[in-house]
Antibody, heavy 123, light 108 residues
């Protein structure tokens, strides 16, 4: 059974970089699939951040792409999100996900989710 | 950007009743690249439907999806107590992938 677990600081100062890691168990990242991030501000809806594949393809939200870095570490079986120059608007629960394979390529619906981690941006 | 509008915002029903949730897109969602999720308080969303009408793994057959073009529907044939939750639609045909604002199904 595939399991995903987010980790990282729960509090980040404005203008700094938010860094989260998602540890994957039950599946090897080097075997494929796209892996991604979605966030949800408290009490609000869902927002796509982006996804990445070990062979290099990706699917980013253009509104965040200039601030987002996604990476895979197959040796540690984990993947990461970095979001730079954060503001209060980036306060949200961040979910790491595994995307279901589909004919859309890199931009497919997630079928496995981590439990989510709340990141608050505040001084 | 494709905007997804879900209606109604809240649906008040009793267990055993049928629930019909709507998702309307601002432009055509080609190839039926439309998914539905269920989210309960304090939990991550769960994928229910992809490709507009295909059930995800282990999803009960009381959940069904239909539609094409700009109009899509999620139907829960007979509400079970565990089905009271918020439901989101998502399109994955165009970047950015976008979600609807959600429909809350609450106990009447």
């Amino acid at each position: 059974q595939v399991q995903l677990q987010e980790s990282g600081p729960g509090l980040v100062k404005p203008s700094e970089t938010l860094s989260l890691t998602c540890a994957v168990s039950g599946y090897s990242l080097s075997n494929g699939y796209h892996w991604g991030w979605i966030r949800q501000p408290p009490g609000k809806g869902l927002e796509w951040i982006g996804s990445i594949y070990h062979a290099g393809s990706s699917c980013y939200n253009p509104s965040l792409q200039s601030r987002v870095t996604l990476s895979l570490d197959t040796s540690e079986n984990q993947f990461s999100l970095k979001l730079s120059s954060v503001t209060a608007a980036d306060t949200a629960v961040y979910y790491c996900t595994r995307l279901r394979p589909c004919s859309a390529g890199s931009c497919c619906p997630p079928d496995y989710w981590g439990q989510g981690t709340l990141v608050t941006v505040s001084s | 950007e494709i905007v997804l509008t879900q209606s109604p915002g809240t649906l008040s029903l009793s267990p055993g009743e049928r629930a019909t949730l709507s998702c309307r897109a601002s432009q055509t969602v080609s190839n039926k690249y439309l998914a539905w999720y269920q989210q309960k308080p304090g939990q991550a969303p769960r994928l229910l439907i992809y490709g507009a009408s295909s059930r995800a793994t282990d999803i009960p057959d009381r959940f069904s999806g239909s539609g094409s073009g700009t109009d899509f529907t999620l139907t829960i044939s007979r509400l079970e107590p565990e089905d009271f939750a918020v439901y989101y639609c998502q399109q994955y045909v165009n970047s950015p992938l976008t979600f609807g604002g959600g429909t809350k199904v609450e106990i009447k």
